[in-house]
């Protein structure tokens, strides 16, 4: 699995207007249903579930990112978005240092294989210093997505 | 001191495999122990004290995950994330896996 596979492009925040964790992952919800067309779910419903399961454990897990998540039947395919802030968000992580990066996922509710795929393709380009440096350096939409793009050609070598 | 080295190997039962909130139960496990230990799925070895790592595995039901472990204490180590795995990731009647829902 690709990042490109996952993350919708258009739903991209280049800068989050939200400084806070729960306005935060509203703003992706929002942008992500604005250009896909879930049915019978609003983005505050889908920003809900997500801090529902943020608030049992906190999926900001060091190094400035975070991936907040959940499984809802709203998506039959893994999709993210990504936003990025350069002040930086408190998402009480591991290392209690502000989140640069959040990658919000929604995964389909029935397939959890899918889930884990999706996780490990994010998480195994989150791993790698270079990206997370570009995802922080980036001045636009475009920067973010030749970072992801190049990102998964580095994993395919 | 010559090294100790223990290793097992189980497979994940829980029908989530290791999402998150499994992973990072078995990493605060991990570190509890000063010995130098890895997961292998197989195709990749990680550090069983990092959650990025741990999530990198993808362990999904049914994969078999052989767990090493190196240092004073490997043999406990090894024993006590294999009863974790081996249990659905289920501490003291508290699953990380329970809620259908959330991942």
Redesign the interface.
């Known amino acids: 699995m690709k990042l490109a596979d996952i993350v919708c492009f258009d739903a991209i925040i280049p800068q989050l207007e939200s400084k806070e964790r729960d306005s935060v992952i509203f703003e992706l919800t929002e942008s992500l249903c604005k250009k896909k067309k879930f049915k019978k779910v609003n983005p505050k419903a889908l920003a809900d579930a997500v801090i529902k399961r943020e608030n049992e454990a906190s999926t900001g897990i060091g190094k400035g990112v975070a991936v907040p998540h959940v499984k809802h039947d709203a998506v039959t395919e893994p999709v993210a978005v990504l936003g990025c802030s350069s002040e930086g968000i408190d998402f009480s992580s591991l290392d209690k240092q502000p989140v640069y990066s959040v990658f919000l996922l929604l995964s389909p509710l029935s397939d959890p294989d899918k889930h884990l795929q999706a996780m490990e393709t994010i998480f195994k380009n989150l791993q790698k210093d270079d990206f997370r440096r570009f995802l922080r350096q980036a001045q636009g939409r475009d920067d973010i997505i030749e970072a992801i793009k190049d990102a998964d050609d580095s994993s395919l070598e | 001191m010559s090294k100790l080295t223990y290793e097992t190997e189980v497979e994940v039962k829980n029908?989530?495999?290791?999402?998150?909130?499994p992973a990072?139960l078995f990493v605060d496990l991990a570190n509890t122990f000063a010995s130098d230990i890895t997961v292998s799925n197989g195709d990749i070895s990680i550090d069983a004290k990092s959650?990025?790592?741990m999530?990198?595995?993808?362990?999904?039901?049914g994969t078999r995950l052989k767990i090493h472990a190196e240092g004073p204490d490997a043999q406990e180590a090894v024993k006590s994330l294999g009863a974790l795995v081996d249990n659905r990731f289920i501490i003291n009647g508290d699953s990380a896996t329970v809620?259908?829902?959330?991942?």
Do not use: D, F
């Open positions: 029908p989530e495999g290791v999402h998150m909130r990072m959650i990025m790592q999530t990198m595995l993808a362990a999904t039901h809620s259908g829902k959330e991942g």
